[in-house]
């Protein structure tokens, strides 16, 4: 298994829509897990932390399944700026580094 | 907002070149990370710093990088002699603690195109 494994998609949605974006991890003993956006050529930026219970941040809910080691990201109500590459990341081995997968690429269209 | 900065946002050099990515970290963060994104592909962790040594870093991070964090304020990346390989966009990041408890902010980024 890759190390943090997400579908590059891209996702193409009409303005309004509901879409959802999954990652798998490969060590079942990582503690911390994020989903970052990054915009094309720019920084990634933090978007959420996803906690175990999962939670919920406006239009945007992540979610936690340590058992199938899969975390998920869903945007209701897709904005025309959410158009954008979402980062899966995991600080996989309890250190320094954060893991990031390749991204998923979101299109919303109007 | 306090913002991560670094410059150059483009360096181009020529092969066997030495170059010095430069960035100053938000001003009351401890954690300073170097990352790469070669395009099209995911962000790659280099090294991190701390209490002013290497806390990890990883299997990129070979004998021709280094960091330093030459005064207060800045925390460079060196690498003495580039290759065609090494084109990248690298990041800078820092964080007030260790970053998988707390958020890590990244600057702008430095293209490297290395000819």
């Known amino acids: 298994r890759k190390e943090v494994e997400q579908d590059p998609g891209p996702f193409n949605v009409p303005e309004g829509a509901t879409v959802a974006f999954n990652c798998t991890y490969s060590?079942?003993?990582?503690?911390?897990f994020f989903w970052y956006r990054q915009d094309c050529r720019k920084e990634p930026k933090l978007l959420m932390s996803?906690?175990?219970s999962g939670n919920e941040d406006g239009r945007f809910t992540a979610q936690l399944n340590r058992a199938s080691q899969y975390i998920s990201l869903l945007i209701r109500d897709s904005k025309l700026s959410d158009s954008a590459t979402y980062l899966c990341?995991?600080?996989?081995?309890?250190?320094?580094?954060?893991?990031f997968g390749k991204g998923t690429s979101l299109l919303v269209t109007p | 907002e306090p913002e991560v900065t670094q410059t150059p946002s483009h360096q181009v050099t020529q092969m066997g070149q030495e170059v010095i990515l430069r960035c100053v970290p938000i001003s009351n963060h401890l954690y300073f990370y170097w990352y790469r994104q070669i395009l099209g592909q995911k962000v790659e962790f280099l090294v991190s710093?701390?209490?002013?040594?290497?806390?990890?870093k990883s299997e990129i991070f070979d004998d021709q990088f280094s960091v330093e964090r030459p005064d207060g304020s800045n925390f460079t990346l060196k690498i003495r002699s580039t290759k065609l390989e090494d084109s990248a966009m690298y990041f800078c990041?820092?964080?007030?603690?260790?970053?998988?408890?707390?958020?890590?902010?990244f600057g702008q980024g430095t293209r490297l195109t290395v000819v």
């Open positions: 990041a820092s964080s007030e603690g260790h970053s998988g408890d707390t958020e890590a902010f």
């Open positions: 710093f701390y209490n002013n040594e290497i806390s990890e």
């Open positions: 996803v906690y175990s």
């Open positions: 990341v995991v600080n996989l081995y309890s250190g320094y580094a954060l893991n």
């Open positions: 060590n079942s003993a990582s503690q911390s």
